[in-house]
């Protein structure tokens, strides 16, 4: 069975950092691509970043790009998400959700995740 844990949400000020963690049980996290969502109160859930499983690629959405930095450790079956320069339109609860078998056109796309997190609480207020 699949488990993946979030961790390292919290209240941050405007151009402050956060750092996420998503620990992955059940898989091989080499064979297993990674995205990072996220869903502010009233929007839909939407694409933040991935980590495709074994082409060491990275993709960011177009507001979170150079802010944003998204990296796995395989080893430790950890996926993080480093957040720089945070606004508060980042606010919102963020998910990591993994997918063995997608293909690399459909990673932005949250119905095509198998595998989801519980969610994380990020508020970037001052």
């Known amino acids: 069975q699949v488990h993946l844990v979030e961790s390292g949400g919290g209240l941050v000020q405007p151009g402050g950092s956060l750092r996420l963690s998503c620990i992955v049980s059940g898989r091989t996290l080499s064979q297993y691509t990674i995205g990072w969502f996220r869903q502010a109160p009233g929007k839909e859930r939407e694409f933040v970043a991935a980590s495709f499983r074994s082409a060491r690629a990275t993709y960011y959405a177009e507001s979170v790009k150079g802010r944003f930095t998204i990296s796995r450790d395989n080893a430790k079956n950890t996926v993080t998400l480093q957040m720089n320069s945070l606004k508060p339109d980042d606010t919102a609860v963020y998910y990591c959700?993994?997918?063995?078998?997608?293909?690399?056109?459909?990673?932005?796309?949250?119905?095509?995740?198998?595998?989801w997190g519980q969610g994380t609480q990020v508020t970037v207020s001052s």
């Open positions: 959700a993994g997918d063995a078998g997608i293909i690399l056109s459909s990673i932005r796309y949250p119905a095509h995740y198998d595998d």
